[in-house]
């Protein structure tokens, strides 16, 4: 059975604040990537080193985020409460079709 257009627009409406969230992720991500391109070019701009040793030793394979630095706890916290919100939307847009398929069996 077809989505209603109630239903299709309460998922797509949900999708489209899941996608919000995870476009403002993503441009933070690329705000530190950029920002560390503009540092590597100033470094070798100035004759830094072409190859540093690793400071720390080698880096697990679990280590930091591949792109840029972590959020801060409270990017994380607004990043997993918007997706929790996005989710609990998809949730009850779910609950809500199939209460119409139920109504209609």
Avoid at 80 to 89: D, G
């Amino acid at each position: 059975m077809a989505q209603t257009p109630e239903a299709e627009l309460d998922t797509l409406e949900s999708y489209r604040e899941q996608l919000e969230g995870e476009r403002e992720a993503i441009s933070r991500e690329i705000e530190g990537i950029e920002a560390r391109i503009e540092e590597l070019k100033k470094l070798m701009e100035e004759g830094a080193p072409t190859a540093v040793p690793p400071q720390f030793g080698p880096m697990p394979f679990w280590g930091p985020a591949p792109y840029g630095p972590a959020p801060t706890p409270e990017q994380e916290k607004q990043m997993l409460e918007q997706q929790a919100k996005a989710l609990e939307q998809q949730i009850d847009a779910i609950k809500k079709q199939l209460d119409e398929l139920r109504r209609g069996e």
